[in-house]
């Protein structure tokens, strides 16, 4: 009984998929708002079919099409994930004011914000924090996060959006590639691979912009993670245009180098990010206060030449 029960109970993640892909009419449009890979949203609505044995989504040139059982289907979820998200959000109000879910960048987090959370920490002792991470907008109701790190731009809806500070960016690579490709003037740039990053997608327009120059390159290998980035330019496979107070160690060790010593304020910056229905949340407001003032502090001694 209980085999023939799971038949017909997809799981959440299927079901999340099919609602996003059913909304947004693009499996890449859905990946882009669950924060998934396309192939991962194919995947889903795939097993969901298969688990059905019906047909939910035709296939066109123009993206994808509900079928008349997808279409019934689709009211239906929707109806039914909407009240399991009121649900949740009802039991998270009721539980210990102890536990902070935090969603960050992955380099920020690992190279800017770890380092200072023994701080907070000794400072809110009773605070529990689950680190998840993510990269771009998600839906806060959905996950259960209380707060998240974001590059960009204050442009989340449903939130509220706090400054914590700009970065400076400026083309690097490794020392063995800059040797073999010398970049003497900043159109030498435009002939050498110049790698290109998901959460920035504008940078190299603007940072060539800033010179007077309004030739833009012809687009290279582009990255979703900062990591992904650094890493290709070790291995001597480009330039990419980084935050310089993010690679610190990478630079103080030669291991990169400055390709062109020009730096220019990005047009992305980081914010604190947090649900509206979840602004009164305790351990959330007092890790705001703190980073806040993290920020501050940061910025201020970034202004003075130093380093931290």
């Not at 924060?35 to 949203?41: E, V």
């Not at 008349?68 to 979820?77: E, F, L, Q, S, V």
């Not at 610190?248 to 010593?261: I, M, N």
């Amino acid at each position: 009984m209980l085999t023939h029960q799971r038949r017909f109970l997809p799981s959440t993640s299927a079901l999340a998929a099919f609602d996003s892909v059913a909304k947004l009419g693009s499996f890449s449009a859905a990946a882009n708002e669950l924060a998934l890979t396309q192939g991962a949203i194919s995947r889903q609505i795939g097993l969901l079919e298969d688990q059905l044995g019906v047909k939910l989504f035709e296939r066109t040139n123009r993206g994808v099409e509900l079928t008349a059982i997808g279409r019934t289907y689709a009211k239906g979820i929707g109806d039914a994930l909407a009240t399991i998200r009121t649900l949740s959000l009802e039991a998270m109000a009721t539980r210990d004011d102890t536990h902070l879910r935090l969603a960050i960048l992955p380099t920020f987090g690992t190279r800017w914000l770890m380092p200072r959370m023994p701080d907070f920490l000794a400072r809110n002792p009773a605070v529990i924090i689950d680190f998840a991470t993510r990269i771009g907008q998600f839906d806060f109701e959905g996950s259960g996060i209380d707060a998240a790190i974001h590059i960009g731009e204050p442009n989340w809806p449903g939130t509220d959006c706090q400054f914590l500070m700009h970065e400076m960016v400026a083309p690097v690579c490794s020392p063995a590639f800059l040797a073999e490709n010398p970049v003497r003037h900043p159109e030498d740039l435009l002939s050498k691979p110049l790698f290109d990053m998901a959460s920035r997608p504008r940078a190299w327009e603007q940072w060539f912009a800033s010179l007077g120059m309004q030739e833009g390159h012809g687009g290279g290998m582009r990255f979703e993670q900062f990591s992904n980035v650094v890493q290709a330019c070790l291995a001597g496979l480009g330039i990419a245009l980084v935050p310089t107070f993010l690679i610190e160690p990478e630079l103080a060790s030669g291991q990169l180098v400055r390709a062109f010593d020009h730096e220019v304020k990005s047009a992305s910056a980081y914010y604190l990010v947090r649900p509206l229905s979840r602004m009164a949340y305790g351990p959330a407001s007092a890790f705001a206060a703190w980073i806040l003032d993290q920020a501050r502090d940061f910025t201020g001694v970034a202004r003075m030449g130093l380093r931290v």
